[in-house]
């Protein structure tokens, strides 16, 4: 399995970030209340995590973004009054210190790729979220990915067979971005890293996939349904 692939974690190893880090600001979106209040109290157990505010809608979900500056949004995959979807685009590319951690009943590797490939950085199933949601908040707070245990496997053998299971999401990200025209410092810019890093993934998407040209790059990246 890819390494960037997180599962649950076993009692006892619970992922904890560094004592001297500040508390993981935390926006929770989803339109049901009990849902909502579940997930806070078990996100407010925590003291390294701090619960800033709730949002019922796509709208809400936005506009606490914007006020709170959260490190991580715990968003519903089926939130009313928008595309889910499309917010996660909106907010990576509005907000793009704050990670997302999808939240939702779905447990179609379809819908964990299309949450992952607009920028989320984390997929929870509800029914796990009482032995997962922690891990994959403080995850999302370092940067790291975290897919629940019963997606990962089929979402590994999804990317398998579209051919880019050797590619990380970032990597993926970086296809992307190269095959619509972007440069290393334009890609950069976008996502908020060096041009080095930027380079370095570079030449390790060429090496994984054993090619030498953009062309080759472009080509693959459209048979793959990367771009359109």
């Given at each position: 399995?890819?390494?960037?692939?997180?599962?649950?974690?076993?009692?006892?190893?619970?992922?904890?970030?560094?004592?001297?880090?500040?508390?993981?600001?935390?926006?929770?979106?989803?339109?049901?209340?009990?849902?909502?209040?579940?997930?806070?109290?078990?996100?407010?157990?925590?003291?390294?995590?701090?619960v800033?505010?709730?949002?019922?809608?796509?709208?809400?979900?936005?506009?606490?973004?914007?006020?709170?500056?959260?490190?991580v949004l715990v968003l519903d995959l089926r939130l009313p009054n928008g595309s889910t979807i499309e917010t996660i685009r909106r907010l990576r590319a509005h907000a793009p210190d704050t990670e997302i951690v999808v939240l939702t009943m779905e447990e179609s590797p379809t819908f964990a790729q299309q949450a992952l490939d607009a920028g989320g950085i984390g997929f929870v199933l509800k029914d796990r979220a009482d032995t997962e949601l922690v891990a994959a908040?403080?995850?999302a707070a370092r940067g790291e990915q975290y897919v629940s245990s019963r997606v990962s496997a089929a979402l590994d053998a999804r990317q398998r067979a579209a051919g880019t299971g050797a590619l990380s999401p970032r990597e993926i990200e970086i296809v992307r971005l190269i095959a619509l025209g972007f440069t290393s410092r334009e890609i950069a810019t976008k996502l908020k890293?060096?041009?080095?890093?930027?380079?370095?993934?570079?030449?390790?998407?060429?090496?994984?996939?054993?090619?030498?040209?953009?062309?080759?790059?472009?080509?693959?990246?459209?048979?793959?349904?990367?771009?359109?």
């Open positions: 399995m890819p390494s960037h692939l997180r599962l649950a974690t076993p009692p006892g190893s619970e992922i904890r970030p560094p004592r001297e880090a500040q508390p993981i600001r935390v926006v929770l979106a989803d339109d049901h209340a009990m849902v909502r209040r579940t997930m806070r109290l078990l996100l407010d157990h925590e003291q390294d995590i701090d800033r505010a709730e949002a019922t809608d796509v709208s809400a979900a936005v506009r606490h973004v914007d006020r709170h500056a959260p490190h908040v403080r995850l890293l060096s041009r080095r890093t930027i380079e370095t993934h570079r030449s390790g998407i060429y090496d994984k996939l054993d090619l030498t040209t953009r062309a080759q790059l472009v080509h693959f990246a459209l048979t793959r349904h990367l771009v359109t």
